[in-house]
């Protein structure tokens, strides 16, 4: 798979992507827990010293692409509107709490020819950016559902506009059809692609299960990379943004391979403390030879 790898690193070295969407600040605070308050029953934590503040949607999708293509451009907030603190425990790293600030006014309008770049990623993570987009078709998606956004951020608000792919989560696509899914069969991707998505390719990602492919047609279907994982935050957005590249070279197969590894790779440090590169790509390859 180290010549697969490369002779794709070789087919997309000269494209021009641009990534349009919500750019969101992680914050991560240590502490140490301390106990229980007696008298209001909750959880007491010591502020430690500690804090990294990272970069995370879209551009992180950005940093994982730099390495690979000629061209990143990022249309985005840049303000530090979204802002997502997480108090992390000093000694097991467990996340203990999240506090979510969103100053968001008036984003302004944003406009894009998709036939200005080679590939076009939005990332609409709900938070208003994407909501005034004026964008031609042709286009790469992930709407992305979380706690902030729980059932009001479904793909299918996008269905009047044609895309080259899409690309949700197992959860997100119950929510598109109104189904509980736990165990897709292929029926059942068939079922979500021809459910309001108007698309060409469509990515699930399916947690521990994996990740499936169609283009309505034939379903591929990729187990995830067993590693030992350190924090699976901003993982599929590590698989979204190649996921994009390998629909833009549309293959015939093995669509799923590079995702899956990225989204792998990216698992085996802090939510977006790094990015991925080639060389990280290719050594991490190797541990499954």
């Keep these: 798979m180290i010549n697969y790898l490369n002779s794709i690193f070789e087919e997309i070295k000269d494209l021009r992507v641009l990534i349009v969407g919500e750019t969101i600040v992680d914050e991560f605070v240590d502490v140490s827990y301390e106990g229980q308050s007696m008298k209001s029953f909750c959880p007491v934590f010591k502020l430690?010293?500690?804090?990294t503040v990272q970069q995370g949607g879209a551009q992180a999708i950005a940093n994982h692409l730099y390495d690979f293509v000629k061209e990143v451009?990022?249309?985005?907030?840049?303000?530090?509107?979204?802002?997502k603190t997480r108090y992390v425990d000093?000694?097991?790293?467990?996340?203990?709490?999240?506090?979510?600030?969103?100053?968001?006014?008036?984003f302004?309008?944003?406009?894009?020819?998709?036939?200005?770049?080679d590939v076009v990623i939005v990332a609409d993570f709900?938070?208003?950016?994407?909501?005034?987009?004026?964008?031609?078709?042709?286009?790469?998606?992930?709407?992305?559902?979380?706690s902030n956004n729980f059932g009001f951020n479904r793909i299918s608000k996008w269905k009047n506009k044609k895309k080259r792919?899409?690309?949700?989560?197992?959860?997100?696509a119950s929510l598109q059809v109104n189904e509980k899914i736990e165990n897709p069969s292929p029926e059942d991707i068939l079922k979500i692609f021809n459910y309001e998505l108007n698309c060409d390719n469509l990515f699930?990602?399916?947690?521990?299960?994996?990740?499936?492919?169609?283009?309505?047609?034939?379903?591929?279907?990729?187990?995830?990379?067993?590693?030992?994982?350190?924090?699976?935050?901003?993982?599929?957005?590590?698989?979204?943004?190649?996921a994009c590249i390998m629909s833009h070279l549309n293959k015939e197969k093995q669509n799923l391979y590079l995702p899956s590894l990225a989204a792998s790779l990216s698992t085996?440090?802090?939510?977006?403390?790094?990015?991925?590169?080639?060389?990280?790509?290719?050594?991490?390859a190797a541990k499954y030879l």
């Design 48 to 51: 430690e010293s500690g804090k």
């Design 73 to 83: 451009k990022v249309i985005t907030n840049t303000n530090n509107e979204i802002v």
């Design 90 to 106: 000093v000694g097991d790293k467990k996340k203990h709490v999240e506090i979510n600030k969103f100053d968001i006014k008036d």
């Design 108 to 117: 302004k309008d944003v406009k894009v020819n998709t036939a200005d770049y």
């Design 126 to 146: 709900g938070h208003g950016f994407c909501d005034k987009l004026e964008i031609t078709d042709g286009f790469h998606l992930m709407c992305q559902t979380n």
């Design 165 to 172: 792919s899409a690309c949700i989560d197992l959860r997100e």
């Design 204 to 242: 699930i990602t399916t947690g521990k299960a994996g990740s499936t492919f169609t283009n309505g047609k034939a379903v591929e279907t990729h187990p995830s990379f067993k590693t030992q994982v350190i924090d699976t935050i901003g993982a599929g957005d590590t698989f979204f943004a190649f």
């Design 268 to 284: 085996t440090w802090l939510c977006n403390e790094k990015s991925v590169t080639k060389k990280l790509l290719l050594d991490h």
